[in-house]
């Protein structure tokens, strides 16, 4: 090969190297949302579990920071090792004419 033809493989070696080095790391699509994100937007009327009464129409998110504020105690939906503190309905029928969506538990 003459010294000519060795710039132009080097060059053309170079070129592919940086074309593979930019297009691998760039997506070419939008991730899609996890069906929990969107789970958080959903608003639910909460319901105290032992006396029934209306607490709050608000999100799960924003519901469990409330009760851990009253309750200074870890609250989430995890049913095992916790007290059901509180119950997410999707209406607010009262009496309640379907049962809960979310269930919120404590763990004392």
Known sequence: MKPRSYQL????AVAIFIGLLTTSFSTSKA???SAARTADNTYYYFY?????????YSNVP???VRLQTI????VDQNQFGGTLVAQGFGNNLHP???WPLVYMY???
Request: hydrophobic share 40%; proline share 7%.
């Open 9 to 12: 493989a080097i060059a053309i």
């Open 31 to 33: 991730l899609p949302r």
């Open 48 to 56: 105290t579990a032992d006396e029934d009464t209306f607490q709050a």
């Open 62 to 64: 924003t519901e469990i």
């Open 71 to 74: 309750y200074g105690v870890p």
């Open 96 to 98: 309640h004419q379907t």
């Open 106 to 108: 404590a763990h004392f």
